[in-house]
């Protein structure tokens, strides 16, 4: 076994969550390594507030899904609206079905 998959090995083992925060400068993206929750979209105000109002210290060895929970329902107590992959791919669906009606009654 080499030195490489020991270390990702290790690291894979230990039980902390890999969270990862993107902006584009409208809208934040969260992903939760390790798990299959969805990544998360906010507005960049209100990730900050959910992230802020989460109790970092009671999460600390908790499994990824605990993580994206957490998120879940700091979210909802400050009524911050968020889209997962899903919500957003069907959001543009509903655009576009739209849009193609709105050309047919033309």
Known sequence: MSRASLV?????????AAVAIVSDGL??????????APAFYFKPSHLELVLASI????????????????????????EAPFQTP???????????????AARVAR
């Open 8 to 16: 990702e090995a290790y690291i894979s083992a230990l039980p902390f």
């Open 27 to 36: 809208r934040c993206r969260i992903e939760i390594g390790g798990t299959s």
């Open 55 to 78: 109790d970092q210290e009671s999460l600390a060895g908790k499994p990824p899904a605990a993580v994206a929970s957490a998120i879940e329902q700091a979210a909802a107590m400050l």
């Open 86 to 100: 899903l919500d957003s791919r069907s959001t543009r669906s509903q655009h576009a079905s739209r849009l193609r």
